[in-house]
């Protein structure tokens, strides 16, 4: 890509591979929610920034509970660096990298709290597929053409 004439900024400027953002990372393990529950609970990332902070909420999500939301955790850094970072959880805990956060993350998922939240928001989407089926009766059988 050739530079404006009028840029003053150098032509090798090159984009550094830098340590994924704790918000990626975030959206990558909300995404990968949703297939594991068969969409009876997804999650979401909410940022909003304050000054030079910005602050990353994990939310649960329940669709057969009119979209109730529960945040199960929040991450907070500097918009640069974006490490160390705090997740604010039960407790408060420092992460220094990239490698620190996705192993804490991993505890988190893992915990028996976590576990009985996803379970309750499970069984109202169980609850809520089971009403919708008895309330419609049976689904005749479709005719062939």
Same mark, same amino acid.
């Given at each position: 890509?050739?530079? %404006?004439?009028?840029?003053? $900024?150098?032509?090798?400027?090159?984009?550094?591979?830098?340590? !994924? #953002?704790?918000? #990626? =990372?975030?959206? &990558?393990?909300?995404?990968? /929610?949703?297939?594991? @529950?068969?969409?009876?609970? =997804?999650?979401?990332?909410?940022? #909003?920034?304050? %000054?030079? $902070?910005?602050?990353?909420? +994990?939310?649960?999500?329940?669709?057969?509970?009119?979209?109730?939301?529960?945040?199960? +955790?929040?991450?907070?850094?500097?918009?640069?660096?974006?490490?160390?970072?705090? =997740?604010? $959880?039960?407790?408060? /805990? @420092?992460?220094?990298?990239?490698?620190? /956060?996705? &192993?804490?993350?991993?505890? =988190? +998922? !893992?915990?028996?709290? @976590?576990?009985?939240?996803?379970?309750? /928001?499970?069984?109202?989407?169980?609850?809520?597929?089971? *009403? *919708? &089926?008895?309330?419609?009766?049976?689904?005749?059988?479709?005719?062939? !053409?």
């Amino acid at each position: 890509m050739r530079k %404006s004439p009028n840029s003053l $900024w150098p032509e090798d400027l090159v984009m550094t591979a830098d340590p !994924r #953002s704790p918000k #990626s =990372i975030l959206e &990558e393990q909300a995404a990968a /929610l949703a297939p594991l @529950t068969h969409n009876k609970v =997804i999650a979401t990332v909410v940022a #909003s920034s304050q %000054s030079t $902070w910005v602050t990353l909420d +994990f939310v649960l999500v329940a669709p057969a509970l009119n979209n109730y939301r529960y945040k199960l +955790f929040k991450v907070r850094h500097k918009l640069h660096p974006e490490y160390p970072a705090e =997740i604010v $959880w039960d407790a408060n /805990l @420092t992460v220094k990298d990239e490698d620190s /956060l996705r &192993e804490r993350l991993a505890k =988190i +998922f !893992r915990a028996e709290t @976590t576990s009985r939240v996803l379970s309750e /928001l499970m069984a109202y989407g169980t609850a809520a597929n089971v *009403e *919708e &089926e008895s309330s419609e009766g049976p689904v005749p059988p479709s005719s062939p !053409r």
